[in-house]
């Protein structure tokens, strides 16, 4: 049983750039969610996907956007990318029908702005 | 701001002793709750979840929960240096989004 993949596993940009980062759900889960944590800081929730929709938004400016495929991959988009936005990116993913919303996570992508 | 607040540390205990994690949270309607473990340079871990109030068991752990107080707690029995680790309460939203805490870190002694 397959869990939570994300890629890639480590990045390096210069500020102004902009990235990908792609995660790929656990077998059997149809919802998405992307954190963002900072080095010695809890994972902060950047958004959620469910049926390729944008379900719920943290408190991320529109830079961040994502994106939902019918195989409930997920990506995550970043877009003029500034020194703050150096952090470890997760990727979450659950199954919206249960009566809650086990999050399981993948192994993150380490993004350095420079 | 629903916000998740957990006992700062860093906390150290000896191998064999019960390590004691505390987490309170904000928003009052909130059902659901978890404990991640994330080791150095990893991703967290599910290792608890805890929907009703009282007390959760699994193995060496054990989970604690008070809605009136808006209290959760992380118990760890008889710790083993594998448990160093920072310990991260996290609290499921009305959308199904996690709300987590700063995170304690544990260290464990041999």
């Known amino acids: 049983d397959a869990g939570v993949t994300q890629s890639p596993t480590h990045l390096i940009k210069t500020r102004g750039q902009q990235v990908t980062l792609r995660c790929s759900p656990k077998?059997?889960?149809?919802?998405v969610s992307w954190y963002q944590q900072a080095l010695g800081q809890g994972p902060q929730f950047i958004f959620q996907?469910?049926?390729?929709?944008?379900?719920q938004r943290g408190n991320f400016p529109d830079r961040f956007s994502g994106h939902q495929f019918p195989n409930y991959s997920s990506e995550l988009n970043v877009n003029a990318l500034l020194l703050g936005d150096s952090a470890l990116y997760l990727c979450?993913?659950?199954?919206?029908?249960?009566?809650?919303?086990?999050?399981?996570f993948g192994p993150g992508t380490r993004l350095t702005v420079l | 701001q629903k916000e998740v607040e957990q006992n700062s540390g860093p906390l150290s205990v000896p191998e064999g002793a019960i390590a004691s994690l505390n987490c309170t949270y904000s928003?009052?309607?909130?059902?659901?709750f978890f404990w991640y473990r994330q080791y150095s340079g990893k991703s967290p871990e599910l290792i608890m979840s805890?929907?009703?109030?009282g007390d959760k068991e699994d193995g060496r752990f054990t989970a604690q929960l008070n809605k009136a107080s808006q209290y959760v707690s992380l118990l760890i029995r008889d710790s083993q240096p594998s448990d160093s680790a920072t310990y991260l309460c996290?609290?499921?939203?009305?959308?199904?989004?996690?709300?987590f805490g700063s995170g304690t870190q544990l260290t464990v002694l041999p």
């Open positions: 996907y469910y049926e390729e929709e944008e379900r």
């Open positions: 805890i929907y009703s109030n």
């Open positions: 979450a993913s659950s199954l919206r029908s249960g009566p809650t919303d086990t999050q399981y």
């Open positions: 996290a609290v499921e939203g009305s959308a199904r989004q996690l709300t």
């Open positions: 077998s059997g889960h149809d919802t």
């Open positions: 928003d009052r309607g909130s059902q659901s």
